[in-house]
């Protein structure tokens, strides 16, 4: 059967071509009016756009690729997720990879991404250093570092949170709760962000003239933080409180205190790290530090569209900082003197 035509599809949703044009390319804005009727229009007549024919026409290439340590990880899935949408709005495609937290595997991946020509990548390292396989993407193709960076430390652009404010704000609340014997949940210490979250703990901690808290490694592993975690609550005091440092070290923390039938809210403590729909609906729901993932999406894309339409690479690399909030709920009990 013949293809439908671009001024079919036009026609149908009494709209120019060049309307057609600018919802599926994104060159322009359009409407979300005559968007939805182009849309509407192009599933009615079976319409796809021949992205080979376009990048051809336009001699740029509407793909770009996403780097993330593990896309089965809940904070860097969303992030996917958001990226998808906005590259779809202004008519790229995307190619997304996972390094699988592990250096050989990241050099793989970004070979094997570079190998489409893409007209840009958003990345999150694997560790807490930047690979060479990273680094060379200096001299690439545009580049977006997310989470895992040192802000003033990247030759890109970068997007982070406040991860210091992120941590102080969590024992802070803890603090002013009346917990004194508090222990922190980090992943990996090599990570920037995590280092950052600890420094904002501990700075909580001093502030409240108590004596630094414990801190200890679960890795990125549900089960393995699980198994860590109820090892060091068999052979320590029991702490009051926990303040976990990931999406993932929170559910290592709620997995190990099940186990040891330690009842959060009650007998003891809980802040958790990120914000997801499962957190709310507990019998006791949990109170959190709340990333602002989608704003963090949105301002990768846009510095990334914006250095792929200067043509400026990577160069004078910008870092934005975003804050994070704190959503209280029934974890966190009261502690009367």
């Known amino acids: 059967m013949r293809k439908p035509s671009i001024r079919e599809v036009a026609k149908l949703a009494d709209v120019s071509t060049a309307t057609v044009s600018n919802v599926f390319s994104g060159k322009k804005p359009v409407n979300d009016e005559l968007k939805d009727r182009v849309r509407n229009a192009a599933a009615q007549l079976g319409y796809q756009v021949d992205r080979a024919a376009s990048q051809l026409r336009s001699q740029r290439n509407k793909v770009v690729t996403v780097l993330v ?17 906005l590259a ?47 680094l060379n993407l200096r001299h690439l193709c545009p580049t977006v570092l997310i989470d895992r960076v040192a802000v003033h430390a990247t030759p890109f652009d970068t997007v982070t949170i406040d991860n210091r404010s992120a941590g102080e704000m969590a024992c802070q609340h803890l603090t002013h709760a009346g917990h004194e014997n508090i222990l922190i949940a980090a992943s990996n210490l090599s990570f920037p962000p995590i280092r950052e979250r ?16 414990d801190v200890i490694e679960l890795g990125s592993e549900l089960e393995g933080g699980a198994i860590k975690i109820a090892d060091w609550l068999a ?21 190990a205190l099940a186990e040891c039938n330690i009842k959060v809210g009650q007998d003891i ?30 301002s990768a894309w846009s510095k990334l569209l914006e250095r792929i339409d200067s043509d400026r690479k990577n160069i004078d690399p910008n870092a934005t900082v975003l804050d994070a909030t704190l959503i209280e709920r029934h974890s966190v009990k009261k502690i009367e003197k």
Not at 69 to 85: C, G, M, Q, R
Not at 93 to 107: L, M, P, Q, T, W
Not at 113 to 121: V, Y
Not at 199 to 212: P, T, V
């Open 88 to 134: 779809f709005e202004h008519g790229y495609d995307v190619i997304v990879a996972s390094s699988h937290d592990r250096d050989d595997v990241e050099a793989s991946r970004v070979k094997a991404l570079m190998s489409w020509k893409p007209a840009g990548m958003i990345a999150i390292p694997c560790s807490g250093q930047l690979s060479e396989s990273l």
């Open 235 to 255: 052979n320590h005091p029991k702490p009051t409180a926990i303040f976990a440092l990931t999406n993932v070290t929170t559910l290592s923390t709620l997995t």
């Open 269 to 298: 403590s809980l802040v958790a790290f990120d914000d997801y729909a499962w957190m709310s609906a507990r019998s006791t729901s949990l109170t959190a530090i709340r990333q602002p993932v989608e704003e963090v999406a949105a």
């Open 69 to 85: 340590p593990n896309i089965t990880d809940t904070f860097f899935a969303t992030i996917v997720s958001h990226l998808e949408n």
């Open 198 to 213: 600890v420094e904002g703990a501990f700075l909580a901690i001093e502030k409240a003239n108590l004596a630094k808290p």
